[in-house]
Structure formats: C-alpha cells, structure tokens
C-alpha cells in the first residue's frame, strides 16, 4: 500500500510537494507521513468506487467545512491534477455555505480564489469586475 500510495499522492499533489513532506519528516511525524500515505492515498483514493475529481471536490469539501485552511489550499492546487474545475470548486463551495455555514465557505472561497489566481489562469467569467466610470 506503500507504494500505491505513494505514486497516487504524487499524482494529485505534485512530485515536489511529496518530495518536501517526505524530506522534512522528523522523528516526530515519519510514522504519520508513512500513515497517511499508507491509509489516505494508498487505500481509499485507489478505490474504485469514486473518480479523482469526485474525490478531489469531497474532499474540498470537507476541509472548507471543517475550516482546516492550509489543507483546503493544498487540495485546491491539486485540481490542476484530479479533473475538477472552477466551476466545480464554485459549486462546491456553495454547497458547503448551506450546510456547513457562510462563515466557512466565505473563508474557503478566499482561499480558493488566491490558490487559483496563483496557480491557474481564470477564465474571464471568474475575473473581477471593473467598475466603469
């Protein structure tokens, strides 16, 4: 499951991402870098059951409503890899402002709006409005 794990984690985040995570492991947190791997990536993202970007839009999901920020950017970089777009990241969001609260979705769009400014051109629906004057 190491190994599976592994590769489908580099897969969604990046190479480099797991480069670092694995390289900057200490004594503290190698047994929970290898959990993790083992456990999130190696046994339920290879399921067969759900595609990466349905996985990919839960998971985003779950982390806006959960308010865990870092990871929610981290997963939200990684739709470049899984198939989910902007508009599936929007619908999503909306979603989560239902039922999870306002509050946590407006966080989870900020967050979601700088990753992708930064990370992926927008398409011209999603930019700013200028004001005429």
Known sequence: ???KGLAIRR???GAEHVRRAMATSTELDRDFQEFITRQAWGSIWTRPGLDYRTRSLITIAMLAS???EHELALHVRA???TGATVEDIREVLMQVAVYAGVPAANAAFRIAKAELEIHRPRPESLRPRREHR
């Open 79 to 81: 739709t470049r890899n």
């Open 1 to 3: 499951m190491l190994e």
């Open 11 to 13: 897969r969604m985040l």
């Open 66 to 68: 959960l308010g865990h």
